[in-house]
């Protein structure tokens, strides 16, 4: 199951940077994550300053 980023995003990019296949790019106002890209690695959950990525 891909990974998702909740309303707590505050847009810094750092999961953007993180991401092995290319699977996040910037929203509405937040990043959101391609479910068909996504290989559930968590890279970007490790480092996401507000805890807003998990399993969706």
Do not use: H, R
């Not at 699977?23 to 490790?46: L, N, Q």
């Amino acid at each position: 199951m891909a990974y998702v980023i909740s309303d707590a995003c505050v847009a810094c990019g750092a999961c953007e940077a993180q991401c092995p296949v290319g699977a996040i790019s910037m929203g509405d106002g937040k990043f959101d994550i391609d479910a068909t890209k996504c290989i559930d690695c968590g890279s970007c959950a490790g480092v996401c300053p507000t805890g807003s990525i998990s399993q969706g």
